[in-house]
């Protein structure tokens, strides 16, 4: 059976005192209220990583992810983070391809591919992301898309390792602008994508991959998405830096 996961993308926010205050608050209220089987991803920015990790203390619930990763395994790269050496900090996911990194950071497909290649190299869960744009919604390209980010990024991997890949939807539109799909919405493209993948690899494959609706999901929508029968879980944005609004996501199946 695939596995329920909320994942809370912190970005590019918190100091590190603040970081340290919404892990043990996080942790807590996890510990203290979450009965359910979801598993629980924290993604906070790289100089926290070890920290947040410290924090979570082996703590089977929640575990620790990144935002982004470099596709080499070392080198002359300033300023950048391979996945290795997240790895060697406890880190155990990596968001791959998030909308911000394609619009602000010029990735593609070809480059995601090499990153989704690092990752489970490194031995790292890659949440793999991907979304349609307002305009490409409009225009009735919603599915083309979709397709041609799976095929291009993705599906390159060998069953073995897909088996490993967790995959994001997050339309562009619904990214920190308040808008979300609705459950209907987001269930048709969930659905289209596991149809993708059994297409792709197969049925077993399409039934056990993890996939989980993103885009300003919040305690007020997060029960309604996650009852789809093809949304398993969310990747949070902004709800995830408060730790009463995340809570109440994670306890929303
Ligand atoms: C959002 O919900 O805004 C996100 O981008 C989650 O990654």
Excluded at 65 to 73: D, F, M, S, V, Y
Excluded at 120 to 130: E, T
Excluded at 219 to 232: K, M, T, V
Excluded at 234 to 240: C, D, E, H, N, T
């Amino acid at each position: 059976m695939r596995k329920k996961i909320v994942a809370g993308n912190w970005k590019m926010n918190k100091t590190f005192d603040e970081a340290q205050a919404l892990v043990s608050e996080v942790v807590n209220m996890v510990q203290d209220e979450v009965n359910n089987q979801a598993e629980v991803v924290l993604c906070p920015p790289f100089p926290f990583l070890s920290s947040v990790g410290k924090a979570l203390g082996g703590n089977s619930k929640i575990h620790l992810g990144a935002q982004n990763c470099h596709q080499k395994e070392s080198g002359a790269y300033t300023g950048e983070v391979s996945a290795a050496m997240l790895k060697s900090v406890g880190v155990e996911y990596v968001i791959l391809g998030h909308s911000e990194r394609r619009q602000y950071f010029n990735e593609d497909n070809q480059l995601l591919e090499a990153k989704v290649k690092a990752a489970l190299q490194a031995g790292l869960i890659p949440i793999f992301c991907i979304g349609e744009s307002l305009e490409q919604r409009e225009q009735d390209l919603t599915f083309e898309v979709i397709e041609t980010q799976l095929k291009e990024g993705l599906f390159h991997v060998t069953n073995e390792e897909f088996a490993r890949v967790v995959i994001a939807y997050e339309p562009i539109w619904a990214i920190g602008t308040g808008k979300t799909a609705t459950s209907q919405q987001a269930q048709e493209v969930h659905a289209f994508i596991r149809e993708q993948i059994a297409r792709h690899y197969d049925a077993a494959a399409a039934a056990n991959t993890t996939i989980l609706y993103g885009g300003s999901a919040n305690p007020g929508n997060a029960r309604e998405l996650f009852s789809q029968p093809d949304i398993d879980g969310g990747l949070i944005g902004g709800a995830s830096l408060k730790s009463r609004d995340f809570t109440d996501i994670v306890k929303s199946f």
